[in-house]
């Protein structure tokens, strides 16, 4: 039986276009070893695209059986999630 780890990813300062491949590929690694919590502390601006990117890596965490936690979201991060109506989407994923 393989193990399963627990990994965190930061997410950067400006989360737009740019950093969203890098950003997914990460996810993508860490979901794959196990539950994931992911650091949003220092989100000073973040995409539409990149919350939906969020929402995806959550519900891809959770059919494999995996936590999936971000922890400690900047008050741009909680506004953007509140402007845009995504408040559910990110209820249960959220902590700190």
């Known amino acids: 039986m393989v193990s399963k780890t627990k990994k965190s990813v930061a997410l950067p300062s400006i989360i737009d276009l ?3 491949d890098g950003i997914r ?3 993508i690694d860490a979901i794959e070893d196990g539950a994931v919590t992911v650091d ?5 601006r ?3 695209n990149a919350l939906f990117m969020l929402i995806s890596a959550a ?7 995996n936590e999936f936690l971000i922890e400690g979201p900047s008050a ?3 506004s953007a999630i509140e402007r845009l109506g995504l408040d559910t989407q990110f209820s249960g994923m959220m902590r700190g």
């Open 18 to 20: 740019d950093a969203l």
């Open 25 to 27: 590929d990460g996810l």
């Open 40 to 44: 949003a502390s220092g989100v000073e």
């Open 46 to 48: 973040v995409s539409t």
């Open 59 to 65: 519900e891809t965490a959770r059919k494999n059986q």
């Open 76 to 78: 741009a991060m909680l």
